[in-house]
């Protein structure tokens, strides 16, 4: 299997630690090859507005040499884990610049058919409270490109930093982990359907294709896929 991991922490403490956990526990689970991207120092580019993207041109964003390679790691990729702590309740400014450019490959515009077969793992860490909605923050995000399931992981860390967690809620928080991961596992590669939820955005999306009301590079890249015709990405 193939992970790509975003990273969306400056630094490799609590959440680089939990993430440590989830792949040794991938390693047991089966043969998996890693591409990890830290965002901070490898696509840390704040969006300009310019539209670009949205008006079909994706390869010409000014920060397209640092963006297109993670999206193109995370669109080979059968799984996707996305790790932030949580900075002021929701997920760090890092890991948003760079959902910020993937605006265009929501189902609203131009979705990767390949992003319907995948599933994905976010994580975050907070020192007590905010993994709830920074997870949920990003799964939105997840929800929009299509991607077929979604597990998530809250780890609230109560101590000066990973290594200071007490053995006992080490051992809690070590065990919660495994256990998404080995959801995140088992629906990796398999053919089930994405979720109603998403079935339906892609519907609607159709709908709003047929009566022309996105961008020409929309419709065109709609009508390419057979998507206009019946045709379905899962
Ligand atoms: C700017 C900033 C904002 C933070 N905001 C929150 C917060 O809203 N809630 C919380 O519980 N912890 C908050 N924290 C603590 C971190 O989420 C927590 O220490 C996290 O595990 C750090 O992960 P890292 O070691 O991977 O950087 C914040 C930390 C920083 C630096």
């Given at each position: ?173 070590e065990k919660k982990l495994r256990h998404t991961t080995d959801l995140f596992w088992r629906s990796l590669g398999t053919k089930k359907r994405p979720t109603l939820h998403t079935r ?35």
């Amino acid at each position: 299997m193939k992970i790509c991991i975003l990273y969306g922490s400056p630094r490799k403490k609590n959440t680089y630690a939990a993430v440590q956990v989830i792949k040794e526990q991938l390693n047991r689970l089966g043969k998996v090859d890693y591409n990890e991207y830290f965002l901070q120092t490898e696509s840390h580019d704040f969006c300009c507005g310019c539209y670009t993207c949205i008006e079909g041109h994706e390869e010409k964003c000014p920060h397209a040499a640092h963006v297109q390679p993670v999206i193109q790691a995370m669109r080979d990729a059968d799984g996707l884990i996305f790790a932030t702590p949580v900075y002021v309740m929701d997920m760090t400014a890092q890991m948003k610049a760079f959902l910020d450019h993937t605006g265009y490959f929501y189902m609203v515009h131009r979705p990767y058919p390949e992003m319907f077969q995948k599933s994905a793992l976010v994580i975050s860490t907070a020192a007590g409270g905010g993994t709830k909605d920074a997870n949920a923050s990003i799964a939105r995000s997840l929800k929009h490109w299509g991607v077929r399931r979604i597990f998530s992981c809250g780890i609230s860390i109560f101590a000066p930093g990973w290594d200071a967690i007490p053995p006992t809620r080490k051992q809690s928080i070590e065990k919660k982990l495994r256990h998404t991961t080995d959801l995140f596992w088992r629906s990796l590669g398999t053919k089930k359907r994405p979720t109603l939820h998403t079935r339906a955005l892609f519907f609607v999306m159709r709908m709003m294709q047929k009566k022309k009301a996105g961008t020409s590079a929309d419709a065109a890249y709609w009508s390419r896929q057979g998507w206009l015709d019946g045709k379905k990405p899962f």
